[in-house]
């Protein structure tokens, strides 16, 4: 009998436990849905506490959901679970050819590891060291070797994301882009005129502020900037022209991808070398590094301890997807397909399975939540961050969260509310989705996982409904 009794307590307890789930929204956060022309179906979330499996919410949980930015997080945790904190990415520049008499004759590789925030100073560094090897003229061509991941050029001829193609959240990785092969303007304007200041140095580009002054708020700066205009002349200058209308006494401050990648990294590497005194003859082009090539110089990364930050706080779409194609770098060799986008996905779906965590539904594009096609439950996104509750790396994990009220994209919200300096939580927005995932500690210091979903034509309007449902988790109701 003792045995018997023993054996069907914790099953009355579980039972009990899922009837007590909550299965319908807290009336304010209902009523926020209706005010805002939004269905309650539009909605899914799930509430669980830290320890323990039992929802304390549970609505429309197992169904899959577009979860904008917040699919930064499966692919933050699945990085950090499988690569470890320390992991590195190595830049490498290696030659086939002779140095003599200060001159390198051959080929130079620039063979990329992949680093999801390779900068110019990151470069700048590497030409510097071979500058300090005596090395002061190239005749050699610059070789980009690209093979880390595959296809070696995923941008030509993808279709654009949407109408803003050539704005930095919109790059596509490959295994060496620079600075996310944007080019910084600094636009600041007074009653006449609007001046230009671009970062970095390019060799052969010039600029062209073809900008009216108009009457206008500056929070508004580009609703009349046009796209800026790319010219190549013969003699290999290249003129960038900035079109439209441009706000009276107003400065700010945007990136663009506006040139082709290797002919950004070619500008680059003309102006920095003649800079540090150096002559090139050469040019930059596409190929493998020869096997018998011999290394010059190595770059090593920051941790991925220290690039989860930037990922989750700053929401950065192109270092989240190249860490997911770094992911699928690491798949065994057997079974691993052609394409590094397969390998992550598999990556991705192999630590949910080995984590005891459904697959069902789950869909990966990119790993960043920048996707029309990218789907997961608020079960499986939720299951997935109790895990890293408690994983040896959740302190870094949980380090990369904005936290509400103070920093990220949760700084401006929720300041009145208990969640303020006590909840972490990750933001999602597509054009018809809003999100939150996250980590919530209430009033009584009980924490909780929360992830909800919003899918909608008009999504956006229901934000103020994913605040009263961090309030409320908060508020310890």
Not at 28 to 41: C, D, H, M, P, W
Not at 66 to 84: F, I, N, Q, R, Y
Not at 116 to 124: A, E, F, I
Not at 132 to 155: K, N, T
């Amino acid at each position: 009998m003792m045995k018997q009794k023993f054996f069907w307590l914790p099953l009355l307890l579980l039972a009990t436990s899922a009837v007590r789930a909550q299965t319908i929204l807290p009336e304010n956060v209902s009523a926020i849905l209706r005010n805002a022309g939004l269905a309650e179906t539009s909605l899914s979330a799930l509430v669980l506490p830290i320890p323990g499996d039992a929802p304390r919410l549970a609505v429309l949980e197992e169904r899959a959901m577009a979860p904008a930015s917040t699919m930064k997080l499966a692919t933050t945790l699945v990085a950090l679970e499988e690569l470890g904190p320390t992991f590195r990415w190595h830049t490498e520049l290696l030659s086939v050819g002779r140095i003599d008499a200060a001159t390198l004759r051959g080929t130079l590789y620039l063979r990329g590891g992949g680093e999801p925030n390779l900068n110019w100073d990151g470069l700048r560094a590497m030409f510097r060291s071979l500058r300090a090897q005596g090395v002061a003229r190239l005749e050699a061509d610059i070789v980009l070797d690209r093979s880390l991941f595959l296809p070696m050029r995923p941008d030509i001829g993808a279709p654009d994301f949407d109408e803003s193609p050539k704005a930095y959240y919109n790059v596509i990785p490959d295994a060496l882009v620079l600075n996310g092969n944007v080019i910084e303007f600094s636009l600041e304007s007074n009653d006449q005129k609007t001046s230009v200041r671009t970062q970095p140095p390019l060799a052969g580009v010039v600029f062209d502020a073809d900008l009216t002054v108009k009457d206008a708020s500056c929070d508004a700066w580009d609703d009349d900037w046009d796209p800026p205009l790319v010219k190549h002349a013969n003699d290999g200058i290249v003129t960038v022209v900035l079109r439209g209308a441009f706000p009276r006494d107003c400065k700010t401050k945007t990136r663009l991808s506006l040139l082709d990648r290797n002919l950004y990294i070619e500008r680059f590497l003309r102006a920095f070398w003649q800079e540090l005194g150096g002559t090139w003859k050469g040019r930059v082009k596409d190929g493998l590094t020869q096997r018998d090539a011999q290394l010059l110089v190595e770059r090593n990364s920051e941790t991925l301890a220290d690039l989860v930050r930037p990922v989750n706080k700053a929401s950065d779409n192109l270092m989240a997807r190249t860490l997911y194609l770094t992911l699928g770098t690491q798949l065994p060799k057997e079974g691993r397909s052609d394409s590094t986008f397969v390998n992550a996905n598999a990556s991705i779906r192999n630590w949910f399975n080995k984590n005891g965590i459904a697959t069902d539904g789950l869909v990966m594009d990119n790993g960043s939540g920048l996707s029309r096609l990218e789907r997961i439950s608020a079960r499986q996104l939720a299951s997935a961050l109790q895990v890293a509750a408690r994983s040896n790396w959740f302190a870094e994990f949980a380090s990369s969260f904005p936290i509400v009220a103070i920093d990220g994209a949760m700084r401006k919200r929720l300041r009145e509310s208990p969640a303020a300096g006590r909840a972490r939580i990750k933001t999602g927005t597509l054009r018809d989705s809003v999100a939150v995932a996250g980590y919530v500690r209430d009033v009584r210091n009980q924490d909780w996982v929360v992830v909800a979903f919003i899918n909608d034509p008009e999504a956006r309007k229901g934000r103020p409904a994913l605040d009263a449902l961090i309030d409320w988790v908060a508020s310890g109701k």
